[in-house]
Antibody, heavy 120, light 108 residues
Framework: EVQLLESGGGVVQPGGSLRLSCVAS????????MTWVRQAPGGGLEWVAS????????TYVDSVKGRFTISRDNTKKSLYLQMDSLRVEDTAVFYC?????????????WGKGTTVIVSS | SSELTQDPAISVALGQTVRITCQGD??????GNWYQKKPGQAPVFVIF???IRASGIPDRFSVSTSGDTTSLIITGAQAEDEADYYC???????????FGGGTKLTVL
């Protein structure tokens, strides 16, 4: 079964850092763009960042630019999100998702999520 | 504009048909996608593009697109369809993704 499994969430103080990981299984990870999406408590889904299959292109939502860094290691079938200078408003469940970019654009496989709480 | 607009909440009687709409300029350039989100669970990809359902999604789910609007149609809503539904697409510049604010569907 195609799967994504996130880890690395936790409780951190404002201004702190956290690194999220997402491990893929049962598909050729290196063929796909990957993305991070978050959902704040009581809020909707928000796209955070995406990375090209070879890591050569990265895009971010404006609210995390300069603070978050998306990366990947195709040899480990892993996606990462380094989060620095965390703010209370970054509190959310973070999901990694696989992107499809053929004739259409969509996110077809999602992980179960990892929870990040930024609080003093 | 890079926004997608959805009604916050809709209700439908069991077995009836419901339409959940999503509106935004980016939908004139890119097909919208739909995801189902239940509390405490991961989002589930439902349908995309020109009315193409994801694997395992019942055929009571369909999509209709016109101009800047995409609509998710559930024909014969079931109790298990009660969830939040989100649309998304590429933004008009094809550099970012955008999500709608979500629609809470209640099945009565």
């Amino acid at each position: 079964e195609v799967q994504l499994l996130e880890s690395g969430g936790g409780v951190v103080q404002p201004g702190g850092s956290l690194r999220l990981s997402c491990v893929a299984s049962q598909f050729t990870f290196s063929n796909y763009w990957m993305t991070w999406v978050r959902q704040a408590p009581g809020g909707g889904l928000e796209w955070v960042a995406s990375i090209k299959h070879d890591g050569s292109e990265k895009t971010y939502v404006d609210s995390v630019k300069g603070r978050f860094t998306i990366s990947r290691d195709n040899t480990k079938k892993s996606l990462y999100l380094q989060m620095d200078s965390l703010r209370v408003e970054d509190t959310a469940v973070f999901y990694c998702a696989r992107e499809a970019r053929t004739h259409y654009y969509y996110m077809d496989v999602w992980g179960k999520g990892t929870t990040v709480i930024v609080s003093s | 504009s890079s926004e997608l607009t959805q009604d916050p909440a809709i209700s439908v009687a069991l077995g009836q048909t419901v339409r959940i709409t999503c509106q935004g300029d980016s939908l004139r350039s890119y097909y919208g996608n739909w995801y189902q989100k239940k509390p405490g669970q991961a989002p589930v990809f439902v349908i995309f593009g020109k009315n193409i359902r994801a694997s395992g999604i019942p055929d009571r789910f369909s999509v209709s697109t016109s101009g800047d609007t995409t609509s998710l149609i559930i024909t014969g809503a079931q109790a298990e369809d009660e969830a939040d539904y989100y649309c998304n697409s590429r933004d008009s510049t094809n550099s970012h993704w955008v999500f709608g604010g979500g629609t809470k569907l209640t099945v009565l």
